[in-house]
């Protein structure tokens, strides 16, 4: 299933999306006692936020993820790195990747962002046998949408673009408190103990970067075509007038389940 990644999107997400702070990693790493021994399947890859950082820690990486625009954008940005392997594959299947390496044979396996795609319940049944004893699963999130923050710029964002995409920009990507809930019980109801992290900081954006936000945010048909992007540009521009600056909140929950 096409869910709009590919193309010029990953390259906006490769060049807009943020990464995470050096705590988050910290955190993962503490978490399930990661080592230089370790291996660490990252699903969801994209173009590898959080498979970067965390190969530094480890001895080896697994970026997973089934958009193959995505990881050719990871492979490029990671091209003298030696302890990454990008494969393409989705949550279903998790388990052939079970057969290749082993019972136990994983310290983690990362999610950041990208849960709400996952069968999670299904995925956290299979997850578990292919963790060591301590290792476990993190469900990473990396701020609310652009488009729904508590801000006067945030909320002028979102009237523009409802008004350019004549549809509603409501959903959360599993960022809200109802979705950690959902993700926590499936956790525990999959074997795994439960733990919670949040962090919290502020960013300040431009235009450039609020627009390169959404361009990476958007399924690829709904982007602006070529032709049009310095028009959308100047009008989101318009619509923020009066908002500046635009300070960013970023929530980053790190939900943990240790096995
Ligand atoms: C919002 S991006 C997150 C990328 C990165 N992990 C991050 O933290 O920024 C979501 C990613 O999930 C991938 N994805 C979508 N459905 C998936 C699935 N069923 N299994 C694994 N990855 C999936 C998409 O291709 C996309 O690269």
Not at 114 to 143: C, E, I, K, Y
Request: negative net charge; hydrophobic residues 40%.
């Amino acid at each position: 299933m096409d869910l709009g990644f590919g193309g010029e999107v990953a390259g906006f997400y490769q060049r807009y999306r943020r990464g995470y702070p050096a705590e988050v990693i910290d955190a993962l790493v503490s978490a399930f006692g990661l080592t230089r021994d370790d291996v660490v399947l990252d699903l969801g890859c994209g173009t590898g936020q959080l498979a970067l950082p965390i190969a530094d820690r480890v001895r080896a990486v697994i970026g997973m993820d089934p958009e193959p625009d995505m990881l050719a954008e990871a492979r490029r940005v990671a091209a003298d790195r030696t302890n990454i392997s990008w494969m393409a594959g989705a949550d279903t299947d998790v388990p052939v990747v079970g057969s290749l390496l082993g019972k136990a044979s994983l310290g983690a396996v990362t999610v950041g962002q990208a849960l709400h795609w996952m069968d999670h319940d299904s995925l956290f049944q299979s997850l578990r046998p292919l963790l060591r004893p301590g290792g476990g699963v993190a469900v990473v999130t990396n701020g609310s949408p652009l488009w729904l923050q508590d801000s006067t710029w945030s909320q002028a964002l979102r009237r523009y673009l409802e008004l350019w995409l004549d549809s509603e920009v409501a959903a959360t990507c599993g960022t809200d408190e109802d979705s950690q809930t959902r993700y926590s019980e499936s956790l525990a109801a999959a074997g795994f103990t439960v733990g919670r992290t949040d962090f919290h900081y502020e960013d300040e954006l431009d235009l450039d970067r609020i627009i390169g936000g959404v361009y990476s945010a958007l399924p690829v048909n709904l982007l602006p075509p070529l032709e049009q992007r310095s028009y959308f540009a100047k009008q989101v521009g318009r619509a923020l007038e009066g908002h500046a600056p635009y300070h960013e909140q970023i929530d980053v929950i790190v939900l943990t389940g240790t096995r």
